[in-house]
């Protein structure tokens, strides 16, 4: 890993962002078990004791990780939504396109992503912070999907289809043996959505897609 030289004086705040960066490069590169202070100290360019100031522990300091990855993932979303338009098509498009933006869908946090969902069945807090259990996200997608089916359709299994393959292409982003690119994930994502909704979603230039 190469070593980066920080600044030398930053706020603590920033200090904690710098190392918990840091910890999110370590996870890609190592994987949740190998993970060490060491490693996290060496990929900020900082001393062993610094870390350890700021995080008494690997393990509060993995926690702090994944609120910050969590924190990120909400704050990215309801920001999407925040500028669509109130279409409820529009608002579930801009809701789905929001899990693959450039910011959030790096290899680096697709990786710690998929790091943590490997511990969450051990860990309630991890079970608790995982994307999926998102309880505000969740019923936002279910209440999009009701909008759009009307009374006879079955909003809370068309919003777990959607959930669910949205959180195994990111899975699959960091897995394949086959490489494709994130816009293709986004790609397929809104094609399964256009399936249960083929009155909201109209296919657009180069295979995109355009509220109805």
Known sequence: MAEVKPPRKL????????????????????????????????QA????????????????????????????YVQNWQAALAAADPDPAE????LMRADFTAALCTPQRLAAWC??????QSRPLYQEKCGSNN????????VLCAALLGPNG???????????????????????TEPYSVD??????LEVAAAF???AFTRGIAGGFTGA
């Open 154 to 176: 079955n909003a809370e299994r068309v919003a777990r289809a959607i959930r669910v393959t949205s959180e195994g292409l990111w899975m699959d982003l960091v897995t394949q």
């Open 197 to 199: 909704f083929p009155q």
């Open 135 to 142: 309880a505000e996200y969740v019923t936002k997608l279910e």
């Open 91 to 94: 608002q579930l498009q801009a």
């Open 115 to 120: 790091a943590f969902w490997g511990e969450a």
């Open 11 to 42: 706020s603590r705040e920033a200090r904690r962002v710098q190392l918990i960066e840091a910890t999110i490069e370590v996870l890609a590169i190592k994987g949740y078990a190998r993970v060490t202070m060491s490693d996290v100290a060496n």
């Open 45 to 72: 360019g900082l001393s062993h004791g610094l870390v350890n100031f700021h995080f008494q522990s690997k393990e509060l300091l993995l926690a702090e990780t994944l609120t910050y990855l969590a924190d990120e």
């Open 184 to 189: 293709e994930a986004l790609a397929t994502l």
